[in-house]
């Protein structure tokens, strides 16, 4: 299933250990990529083509929920 990026989506990388996430935020909710990245130029390319595509392919991303891992406070 493929969902349409809002205008006001935000595309981001998150580094956790030596891994890097990319993340959707948009409409209240956060998507995670299913498998991180090794370099920061690999995640930052699949952050452009989400940009550029301006869709979101389910079938590769889950939706971060509260109480899970929080990507963000872990260095």
């Keep these: 299933m493929k969902i349409l990026l809002s205008p006001?989506?935000?595309?981001?990388?998150?580094?956790?250990?030596?891994?890097?996430?990319?993340?959707?935020?948009?409409?209240?909710?956060?998507?995670v990529h299913y498998y991180p990245f090794q370099g920061l130029e690999d995640s930052v390319r699949i952050a452009y083509k989400i940009l550029k595509v301006g869709r979101l392919d389910l079938q590769h991303w889950r939706k971060e929920e509260e109480g899970i891992l929080n990507y963000d406070t872990i260095h």
């Design 8 to 31: 006001q989506a935000k595309v981001f990388v998150t580094k956790v250990n030596d891994h890097y996430y990319v993340k959707v935020q948009m409409e209240g909710e956060i998507y």
